[in-house]
């Protein structure tokens, strides 16, 4: 579709969480076709988690996001999808990638909920892509288990906070989930989700250095539990690493479930997002140094810091593979 001015940040170009929408989107169609292509319980393929996104180029209003999308790999209860992202000016025909991303979707019964089906199987075109997507089906599936395991960190207000610590970007974003937000089967769509974080992760970096800022990746996003309809969810972010030309912000969402009064609140989905910091012209800037106060802030600066040389580690070697070929 055509990019709107009503799809842009403060920039001028398309807001991240709006290509994140974009990108869910046709992962759950895709998903969804696919669980319901054999005779039996009718479905919707949910959003169990995405793999680490980067956006390798801004798009622009006025081009037009081609979303495409694949399903790689089925276990008995889950579904792969990679969703490639190109963005096309109409004026000129010029075309780039701008997104590459991996989704994992379960199927959930129409009829209940609470019940995962099973995934009808795909046929593999040789047995080291069947062997290669089993393997990245563990990892994930660790790296989940990981997640949800620290997960009981709450963020706190902070009473007249230094510029540049913790307590002075850190944002929170209430919201009442309504049927708009929903699928079929009334629980909150994944991209729906996705776009509030990271409207609350370009406050914090907005906060922090005080320019215009873009989302440059996110790492893997891990629904915990669904979100019902009615319930009201709190998505709050904070900043954990910064480098010279980019910041980590951890973002998480509890939810609420008042209309039902039997559950408490829950951490229902968690990520990392990394953002820059760009001039006026678009061109990068030097990131304000995070100040860290407390122990369990210079223990996440040394985690993310760990996950920042991770990632710059592997482009390097991706680009070096690159040049050798």
């Not at 869910?24 to 076709?33: F, N, V």
């Not at 319930?231 to 480098?243: A, H, K, L, Y």
Request: one cysteine or more; aromatic letters at 6%; a neutral charge.
């Amino acid at each position: 579709r055509i990019m709107r001015p009503d799809d842009a940040n403060i920039a001028g170009n398309v807001h991240g969480g709006t290509i994140l929408k974009m990108i869910e989107e046709a992962g759950a169609i895709i998903s969804t076709r696919h669980c319901n292509s054999q005779a039996g319980e009718p479905c919707v393929a949910a959003l169990a988690r995405v793999e680490r996104t980067d956006f390798l180029s801004p798009v622009c209003i006025g081009e037009v996001a081609n979303v495409s999308a694949e399903i790689t790999y089925t276990s008995r209860h889950s579904v792969e999808v990679q969703v490639n992202v190109m963005s096309e000016n109409i004026l000129t025909g010029a075309k780039k990638v701008t997104n590459k991303a991996t989704l994992w979707y379960v199927p959930l019964s129409l009829k209940n909920v609470n019940k995962v089906l099973e995934v009808p199987p795909i046929q593999y075109a040789r047995k080291e892509q069947e062997d290669e997507g089993k393997k990245r089906y563990e990892e994930q599936k660790l790296d989940r288990l990981e997640t949800k395991q620290r997960n009981g960190d709450v963020i706190f207000p902070i009473i007249n906070p230094e510029p540049h610590t913790v307590g002075y970007s850190q944002s929170s974003l209430i919201h009442l989930v309504g049927p708009s937000d929903c699928t079929l089967l009334g629980f909150v769509h994944g991209g729906v989700t996705m776009k509030l974080m990271d409207e609350v992760a370009g406050i914090v970096a907005a906060r922090h250095c005080k320019t215009n800022i873009v989302t440059a990746s996110v790492d893997a996003i891990n629904f915990h539990e669904k979100i019902k309809k009615g319930s009201v969810i709190t998505i709050s972010g904070r900043m954990t690493f910064t480098s010279n030309k980019s910041m980590e912000i951890e973002v998480f969402v509890d939810a609420d479930p008042f209309v039902d009064e039997s559950r408490e609140r829950y951490r229902a989905v968690s990520a990392f997002f990394t953002y820059v910091s760009l001039s006026k012209e678009g061109k990068p800037l030097p990131v304000p140094q995070l100040l860290t106060e407390t122990e369990d802030e210079k223990r996440r600066f040394e985690e993310g810091k760990g996950r920042y040389l991770q990632t710059k580690a592997k482009r390097q070697a991706q680009m070096q593979q690159a040049a050798q070929q």
